[in-house]
């Protein structure tokens, strides 16, 4: 595959550009998608609003693979039973496709064993969904204590994996020279 065909593969839609050279020193930006009633706070990365097909969160030009689903404790607990859980389910089944995918629970484990959330569903009932949805939906769960921790969680992915997708661009190109 010439260095052309790799840029413009739906696996790595990055913007055009004359040379692959002119990506050194462009930093990713952060997606947040437009129906994100209260958007994390970012600080080290852009943002700009777009509509995303699955997840809350994902880097420009790499909407197809990849995505963040972002939750706190209580949305999670709400998502364990219900319309609800159906509903998480088909986002959780949406998010299979990509090639990084993260559920983020913003807050801790702590809070979860303790019934920190407005519901009567036990504790163990919320971890062994989340567990039954890690495995079911091959989607890693990570949590982070506070917004702001979740915030710098994605921008470290995105940068990283921004980074890799570079990598394996320039690797084709170097390959068809």
């Not at 990365?45 to 404790?73: C, H, M, N, W």
């Not at 999670?76 to 629970?105: A, D, P, Q, T, Y």
Request: aromatic letters at 10%; a neutral charge.
């Amino acid at each position: 595959m010439d260095h052309q065909s790799a840029l413009n593969s739906s696996a790595f839609k990055l913007p055009a550009l004359k040379s692959i050279g002119d990506l050194a020193g462009a930093e990713p930006t952060i997606v947040v998608d437009t129906r994100e009633q209260d958007p994390l706070p970012f600080s080290r990365l852009k943002t700009q609003p777009g509509t995303l097909i699955t997840g809350d969160y994902s880097v420009a030009g790499l909407e197809t693979s990849f995505a963040v689903e972002r939750k706190t404790v209580q949305d999670f607990v709400g998502c364990c039973m219900g319309e609800n859980r159906s509903r998480f389910e088909r986002e959780l089944h949406r998010l299979r496709g990509m090639r990084f995918k993260r559920l983020l629970i913003v807050g801790t484990e702590n809070e979860i064993l303790r019934g920190q959330y407005h519901s009567n569903i036990k504790p163990k009932s919320v971890f062994g969904t989340l567990c039954a949805f890690e495995i079911r939906y091959d989607t890693p769960v990570v949590f982070c204590p506070t917004p702001e921790a979740a915030g710098r969680m994605i921008e470290r992915w995105g940068f990283w994996f921004t980074r890799e997708a570079v990598e394996a661009v320039n690797d084709l190109w170097r390959a068809s020279g």
